[in-house]
């Protein structure tokens, strides 16, 4: 049983694309989803190997240095070889981005999304102050705070799509909690945290679900042949991401070291990753075109 816990934020700054690897009948290079909720996610594989990256890079060491070995395993099917001593679970969708004919953009969410992060919140043991509106919004009404920036005669308009704007008391609490747990605290987000509570939108599950389904930004790439200065034959392909502002949320677990030879525990070890705190971490593909930068929030500890 993992004695030490945590939550990891990640706030979106650039476009991110974390691969399935199979392509999708509308794009070549879809992004990761849930298999139920078809959600965006970014598999825990996929972050933990990113975790272990910036763990390198930060102590400037290799990735088989003794040192990162304790922490992330050491692998091998006999002999030498040991489990990690840190886990990361999914990161799973908690506000996504859509376009606002008011203010620009509305960060949509939904009961369920909600409620799916009080329990990951609940498994690392940090509770949650606030709660939730009773009841459903139904299929045409946005749940808004008293102060909505994106409403505009009692109207939301996200895409194409209008929905009844009804305030709700708790849509602030809501995002207040979000805007000081959730987004990072330096001075560049003061101005997300401050417009947060104004932003915040809660859409019945099935409105959520489409805009996290037909909501994400398809880029179509080219291979230019060097010497015909002409677009390559064949080298055409469109590429899924999650677009820039969006906010996941994943929990991070540690146990004692269990290599038999270190006595760093469970506490320690998630302290090695305080770097994380307010800074920024690159998941996903397209590195060098300055995709998957994510600011981190460390919540609990």
């Not at 996610?41 to 190997?49: D, H, P």
């Not at 679900?209 to 200065?229: A, S, W």
């Not at 969006?246 to 677990?253: G, H």
Request: include cysteine; proline fraction near 5%; glycine fraction near 8%.
């Amino acid at each position: 049983m993992f004695k030490a816990r945590r939550l990891l934020f990640f706030y979106v700054e650039t476009p991110l694309h974390v691969g399935a690897g199979r392509a999708s009948a509308n794009v070549d290079l879809p992004i990761q989803r849930e298999r139920v909720t078809q959600y965006p996610m970014v598999q825990a594989s996929s972050l933990k190997g990113a975790l272990r990256a910036e763990f390198c890079q930060k102590h400037g060491i290799k990735d088989n240095s003794p040192e990162v070995e304790a922490v992330f395993g050491k692998a091998g099917g006999t002999g030498d070889n040991w489990a990690g001593a840190v886990s990361a679970g999914d990161a799973r969708i908690l506000l996504f981005p859509v376009r606002s004919l008011a203010g620009v953009f509305a960060w949509v969410t939904s009961l369920h999304a909600l409620e799916s992060f009080r329990r990951a919140a609940d498994l690392v043991g940090q509770p949650i102050s606030w709660t939730l509106p009773q009841g459903m919004p139904d299929t045409n009404t946005a749940w808004v705070g008293s102060k909505p920036q994106v409403s505009a005669q009692g109207k939301v308009v996200l895409e194409e799509f209008s929905f009844n704007a009804q305030p709700k008391a708790e849509v602030d609490a809501i995002a207040k909690w979000l805007a000081e747990h959730a987004l990072p605290q330096g001075a560049a987000f003061q101005y997300w945290r401050d417009t947060l509570p104004a932003r915040l939108c809660i859409l019945h599950e099935d409105a959520f679900r489409d805009f996290c389904l037909y909501g994400t930004e398809v880029q179509t790439h080219i291979r230019i042949d060097p010497d015909k200065k002409t677009v390559a034959e064949g080298a055409l392909w469109t590429a899924e991401s999650l677009p820039a502002d969006s906010l996941l949320y994943a929990p991070l677990m540690a146990m004692d070291v269990r290599n038999g030879k270190d006595s760093k525990n469970a506490d320690a070890v998630l302290k090695e990753f305080d770097f994380l705190q307010d800074g920024h971490i690159q998941l996903g593909g397209d590195e060098t075109t300055g995709q998957g930068w994510v600011a981190v929030k460390v919540y609990g500890g």
